[in-house]
């Protein structure tokens, strides 16, 4: 979720929680209010009739007159207020009552608050007071309100607080969203630097904060990418240095195998030719025998010819990298039997690649189209090889891709691994570029590489 919402959230939460403990405040504040009028009116009310119980007992007045209930009348009830007279042995018998209406037209109060205050309070507040005669309980004196006036008074003392409540967090989510969305703005900087440097982009660097947590992040983020370029930096070149050191060494074991052992071949096959013709004329029990050493050495020149190919195609240094892989995609044509068509296509000039550019691009290009027929069971294989620009910087892009059987029905493509794959990596790495393969949502498998376009001499 983002900060900026959950922080809102939180605050509004807290707002909440606060306008309720203030409601419950308001309402507890108004039922004693409430309470503690009808305790007042009832100790009044039961003073007086006590008072005249009194006089009755000293014969100063007569029975028949109690309760002088116009000392009641005369008293000031709230609205809603009611005062009763009931009897000792049975409550439930009124003697006498009297009770301020309500002006049910002004009520303001909703349903739904007078359901929740009757829920939570006694909405009454009833106040009860014994009345006295000989000592003995004669009526008791009880004073409560009406459910609708209680409900009214907390609704008019609670009302202003939701409305204050309402626009206070209102006006405080607001602040809150802009303050934080303004403080967070060097957030977008860092999650952007972060995005780069998963990319492979080890050169972004984040500019200096005001906040000294994100000025933390910023110099802690600067020196890891200064760290892993330099890392990366170190371990390509030494990448480099290994592969170019292995291509070197293949091509002067091409060399040597070719100017030494592959000469002496082709000596000895001119030389059991011959030998084959004189033992035709002059001893033919000798023939198969030099008809035999004549095809091991025929055998041995073709195997030596394919030796010196894997180890150094000869059409790289003479023909160039386009027409060895052209070459290399004709060799598969032919060995597939039509049963798989592999093409290329290539755009953009490639002739100006250092020599152990081409050498790695092709071996690449190689070790992906063996892969293809060993394992892909595909009908095309497709080799994509383009010159272009990526901000501002020349870049060649390599694609092998096939359409053999990919991963099953809802399961997430995975990466191969093996030697093969690891050969790949390293000589990518070298070339200071990225690779990508796996199985494709589709089906099928494709191989991406990618790398700057350094020209000999560069």
Not at 175 to 182: E, G, K, Q
Not at 244 to 267: G, N
Not at 373 to 398: F, P, W
Not at 442 to 449: E, N, P, Q
Request: glycine letters at 8%; charged letters at 25%; aromatic letters at 6%.
């Amino acid at each position: 979720m983002d900060l900026k919402w959950l922080l809102v959230r939180r605050i509004t939460l807290v707002a909440l929680l606060c306008f309720t403990a203030g409601a419950a405040l308001a309402l507890y504040q108004t039922a004693l209010s409430a309470k503690h009028q009808n305790d007042e009116l009832a100790e009044l009310i039961s003073r007086q009739l006590n008072l005249q119980l009194s006089r009755i007992k000293r014969a100063t007045d007569i029975h028949e007159r109690f309760p002088d209930w116009d000392l009641v009348a005369g008293l000031s009830l709230q609205p809603g207020q009611c005062v009763e007279l009931r009897g000792a042995t049975a409550p439930q018998q009124l003697r006498r009552s009297s009770c301020a209406g309500i002006d049910t037209g002004a009520l303001r109060a909703p349903q739904w608050f007078r359901w929740i205050y009757g829920s939570l309070t006694d909405g009454r507040q009833t106040a009860t007071r014994p009345i006295f005669f000989h000592d003995v309980v004669h009526a008791t004196v009880v004073v409560e309100y009406d459910l609708l006036a209680t409900a009214e008074r907390a609704w008019a003392s609670i009302s202003p607080l939701l409305g204050f409540s309402a626009a206070l967090v209102a006006v405080l989510c607001l602040v809150t969203y802009f303050v934080i969305n303004r403080a967070l703005a060097p957030t977008r900087q860092i999650l952007d630097g972060l995005n780069d440097l998963a990319k492979g982009n080890l050169d972004h660097r984040l500019p200096s904060f005001k906040l000294t947590e994100l000025n933390r992040i910023s110099e802690v983020f600067n020196g890891l990418s200064e760290d892993l370029g330099k890392a990366t930096a170190e371990r390509a070149e030494l990448a480099r240095r290994l592969v170019d050191t292995q291509e070197q060494e293949r091509r002067h074991i091409a060399r040597e195998l070719h100017d030494e052992i592959a000469q002496k071949l082709s000596a000895l096959n001119a030389n059991a030719a011959c030998l084959r013709t004189r033992a035709q004329r002059e001893a033919p029990a000798f023939v198969d025998d030099a008809s035999q050493l004549e095809k091991m050495a025929t055998g041995l020149m073709v195997t030596l010819r394919r030796t010196l190919t894997y180890l150094r195609p000869q059409e790289i240094d003479d023909l160039g990298l386009v027409q060895s892989l052209e070459a290399l995609v004709a060799q598969h044509n032919e060995g597939a039997h039509g049963q798989t068509r592999y093409s290329m296509e290539t755009a953009g000039g490639m002739e100006g690649l250092q020599a152990e550019t081409s050498a790695h691009v092709y071996r690449i290009v190689q070790e992906a189209l063996t892969n293809a027929s060993k394992h892909a069971n595909a009908r095309n294989v497709k080799v994509l090889l383009r010159q272009g620009k990526e901000n501002d910087r020349d870049m060649i892009r390599l694609s092998v891709i096939d359409d053999g059987q990919g991963p099953p029905s809802g399961d997430k493509p995975t990466p191969p691994s093996g030697a093969g794959l690891i050969g790949m990596r390293e000589r990518v790495i070298a070339l200071s570029g990225r690779i990508s393969a796996g199985s494709l949502p589709g089906g099928g498998f494709g191989l991406d590489v990618e790398f700057p376009y350094l020209q000999r001499g560069a």
